[in-house]
């Protein structure tokens, strides 16, 4: 009977490991998947939570926050986040971590909820929140309970619902990895973006009030009580953005209801004025703010936090050093695309999450020492430039140096394929091409392209021609014929 049990315990604990194996590789994996980033986070570690939609992503920025306050911030969100997915995220997130104080944005709470109950659009956005979540008796209770639920067995076995992308052929080298080898959030959920959209400013506020979705006030009535229950003080926002009248008033609802609850209130849309705010540089479009955008808005956070809260500034802990080295990667990410001279960009690609691409071509040969920096990088002589009839191709991985005078070179990075070449045709000076898109600006001298590993995006292209002035061009038509 005891080998029988024993087999038995065996067999279930190797069906539940395989069944989340499987699991991991099949849900979809984006920027901001809090319940998976923030376990590989330590536990007890985190002292603030932002919890919502991509609004919050793109407006506020935990990186900024540790630079100015030495405050560890994390953002738990997921695109469209549902309010019921809000709660169920907090209350899986508090198992893990016991922040201080819970900022809740309230986007999720108004209207927006509409285009998501019982939408094909909610379940994606549900799923998106609560797959990477590990099947256990708490999450079985929990989606049981949730009347917005409805596909239950697919929301507690995501294999079900995600096994098209199996059978469509939609998994990547970095899917199948991801059991096995996953990385932090360096950015701690935050989303960079540096477009700009310009946006016309809100009207002015109205006055009057409207209430909220019934279904929207329960989750929203159901985060409070959670926060109370766990002792910890919970704070309503609303990120800036270009708002409907309709939307406004709904504000003004919650603002009464926070007032009920005796909980802090910030509305944004009011404070445009005090953070400085520019609807025509701030935005990447009419919903979300871009990095200068959330830059403001983490400044009025970090100020917040330190006259409302005693929070350790945690930037000489040992056991924060990790955040420091993060928040270093984040300043050359943000510097990188704005650095305008060669000695100073090439020093910016020592940094082991990027991949760097470089081509150099002969026109180099009349400025080599113009040049000499880019060569001691890449760890090659003049000579070997000279007796090669292309030029210099150079692959940065890593800080692992790869180079070929051969004219034509390929490197494999997980899922990403980067396929370089030199001189291959009277018009093509440069080629680098990664998954088969070109991303070399094709110029006459030194061209660059730098490869985000963390985001799986091209994080700069940018050219050097051979004069003295060594200065970045980001836009060929800049350049006179």
């Not at 984006?30 to 590989?40: Q, S």
């Not at 350790?312 to 802990?317: A, L």
């Not at 510097?335 to 940094?351: A, C, V």
């Amino acid at each position: 009977m005891t080998k029988k049990l024993v087999s038995a315990i065996l067999f279930s604990v190797l069906l539940y490991y395989s069944f989340q194996m499987v699991n991991d590789m099949l849900f979809i994996k984006t920027e901001a998947n809090a319940a998976k980033d923030l376990v590989l986070e330590p536990k007890n570690s985190i002292d603030v939570f932002f919890l919502g939609t991509s609004h919050v992503y793109c407006g506020v920025n935990p990186l900024e926050i540790w630079k100015q306050t030495g405050i560890a911030s994390f953002s738990l969100v997921t695109n469209r986040q549902p309010i019921w997915a809000s709660y169920l995220l907090l209350k899986h997130s508090l198992k893990h971590q016991k922040p201080a104080v819970v900022f809740f944005d309230v986007l999720g709470a108004t209207d927006y909820i509409e285009g998501l109950m019982e939408s094909d659009r909610g379940i994606h956005a549900t799923h998106l929140a609560m797959d990477p979540i590990p099947l256990s008796f708490s999450k079985i209770v929990d989606v049981l309970q949730i009347d917005e639920i409805k596909n239950k067995q697919e929301m507690l076995f995501p294999v079900i619902y995600h096994h098209r992308r199996l059978l469509e052929n939609e998994l990547n080298f970095n899917d199948l990895l991801y059991p096995f080898s996953r990385n932090r959030n360096i950015q701690k959920g935050y989303v960079l973006s540096f477009k700009t959209e310009p946006q016309e400013r809100s009207a002015p506020h109205p006055t009057q009030s409207i209430h909220l979705h019934p279904t929207a006030e329960k989750y929203l009535k159901k985060i409070i009580e959670l926060c109370r229950e766990e002792n910890i003080p919970l704070i309503l926002f609303k990120t800036p953005a270009p708002s409907s009248d309709n939307l406004l008033m709904q504000l003004n609802g919650i603002g009464e209801l926070a007032a009920k609850f005796d909980i802090p209130w910030i509305d944004f849309n009011r404070l445009v004025d005090q953070i400085h705010l520019d609807y025509s540089t701030d935005f990447v479009d009419g919903g979300h703010l871009n990095v200068f955008g959330a830059k403001k808005v983490s400044a009025y956070f970090s100020q917040y936090l330190q006259e409302n809260f005693s929070l350790k500034d945690r930037r000489e802990d040992p056991k924060y050093a990790f955040w420091n080295d993060d928040a270093l990667h984040y300043d050359n990410r943000l510097n990188l695309q704005t650095t305008t001279f060669f000695s100073e960009y090439i020093r910016r690609l020592d940094d082991p999450h990027l991949i760097s691409v470089i081509t150099f071509d002969q026109s180099v040969m009349d400025h080599q020492e113009y040049f000499q920096e880019g060569k001691q990088r890449c760890e090659v002589e003049s000579s070997e430039i000279k007796n090669s009839s292309n030029g210099l191709i150079c692959v940065i991985d890593a800080e692992k140096v790869m180079n070929s005078t051969s004219g034509y070179f390929i490197h494999y990075a997980n899922d990403t394929i980067f396929n370089v070449a030199l001189g291959i045709s009277e018009d093509t000076k440069s080629s680098i091409l990664i998954n088969q898109k070109e991303q070399s600006l094709n110029m006459a001298g030194v061209n660059i392209v730098v490869y985000d590993k963390d985001t799986q995006t091209v994080l700069d292209r940018v050219a050097f021609l051979p004069t003295d002035e060594l200065q970045a061009i980001r836009d060929p038509s800049e350049v006179n014929p």
